[in-house]
């Protein structure tokens, strides 16, 4: 887990712009940057996550950002930098796209190519990850660089708010719920991605295969605790064929069936070894995450996991004394 904050009120007003930049720069990316009044900048900043993807809000005063083709040729992380505007008014470029950017307005950015930016004061929250987390190729998210990306209602809006909840919560969700909260983003994040660019008919065919396989995955994630769930239900929501869906999902080496019951099983095999769910039965956690019958799963997860459930949970458990005290503290 990496957490890390930053402020410019304990530095000395002269340090505070250059601080803030070599921060940036090696949060996110290189850039140049330039400010109006570095003798009067403010700028607090938050960054956690894990290695691979992190979640990172800031309050900054006004300031300009490029990237230029030479920075981008003497370092790239090949990351996206997905920025949500909180406050503030932001203008960002990439290639021959320039938008304008208010509060609610989502955008994508690639470190692989130059862009600008300017921002007024104000605060932002986003995404950094690994171009590879997509399951898109670059040439197919090019479209979608530096556009404003619906955030009002829809999948967006979800995904503003599941970004706000995680990196406004403070302490209040543990490491390991703080990360599932980035992965839920990050699916949200594909979802909308693969809807724009299938509303944009930008794709050839075999892009637009992985498009669905990323929208039927994200939507199979966030049904799995509905018992009614199917290949059936799953082929409706998209308006396809059982056996399209079967297609689509045979080409990443799966069935439908066959992942609904691995994701369930794995959501139940984390919820097993959380000490902070021990108050909930086996039966209670099977049901939260699909299965009706209690039989019906113990079977399942022996034959995935080798023990039954509840031998599984109490080998996970940390012993009696271990656990009063961690209640008492």
Known sequence: MIEASFTTESLPPEDRFACWHELASRVVVPTH????????????????????????????RSFHAERTQKLVRKSDPEQYVLDITRTGVSAVGQGSQETLLRAGDVVLIDSSLPFRARHTTGTHEGLVLPKSLLPFPPQDVAPLLARRLPGS???????IHCVHEALSAGSRYRDIEFIRLLDTALELLVTLLAHELHTLHALPPESHQQALLARVQSFIHHHLGDPELSPQTVADAHHISLRHLQQVLAAAGTAPAALIRRKRLQQCHRALMDPGQSGRTIRTIAARWGFASQAHFTRLFRAAYGVPPGEFRASHSPPARETASAVRD
């Open 33 to 60: 940057v330039r400010c109006d009044d570095e003798a009067g900048f403010r700028a607090t900043s938050l960054t956690r996550g894990s290695h691979t993807l992190q979640g990172t809000t800031s309050t900054v």
């Open 153 to 159: 209602t829809g999948i967006g809006a979800v995904l």
